[in-house]
């Protein structure tokens, strides 16, 4: 089972803080509000509004994340398993899923304490 301090409160504010800054986003670069099947993690150097790739999206995650003042290890866990572990959703993961965001935010921590990151 995860413990509590391994696991990302995603507040409302950060929620809504990531949202509005996409939708703005979009708005300068396509000149007009999303529809309901537009990707709001759009590529941006795209004409038309797609999805981005995979290496894009993370990077996108990251950089939002990092904007948005996520704790390091959390990041670094999202980079190291491609998810993230919320409140609201790791009840839906499997114990190994859990078990790798533990992990990682434990190799994470021990980087830290090592001074291999800083």
């Given amino acids: 089972m995860a413990h509590d301090h391994k696991r990302m409160p995603l507040h409302a504010e950060t929620r809504e803080t990531t949202i ?28 038309e509004p797609v999805p981005l790739n995979p290496q894009q999206y993370e990077q996108a995650m990251i950089e939002t994340m990092s904007q948005a003042g996520i704790n390091p290890a959390f990041i670094y866990a999202f980079k190291r398993t491609g998810r993230i572990v ?8 499997t114990e190994k899923e859990l078990r790798q965001w533990n992990d990682a ?8 304490d090592s001074g291999k990151v800083i």
């Avoid at 509005?20 to 999303?34: H, S, Y």
């Avoid at 935010?105 to 830290?112: L, N, P, R, S």
């Fill in 20 to 47: 509005a800054c996409q939708l703005e986003a979009f708005r300068q670069k396509f000149g007009r509000d999303p529809c309901p099947d537009d990707p709001i993690f759009f590529d941006p150097d795209a004409n």
């Fill in 86 to 93: 919320t409140d609201s959703n790791n009840y839906r993961l």
């Fill in 105 to 112: 935010i434990d190799e994470y921590q021990h980087k830290v």
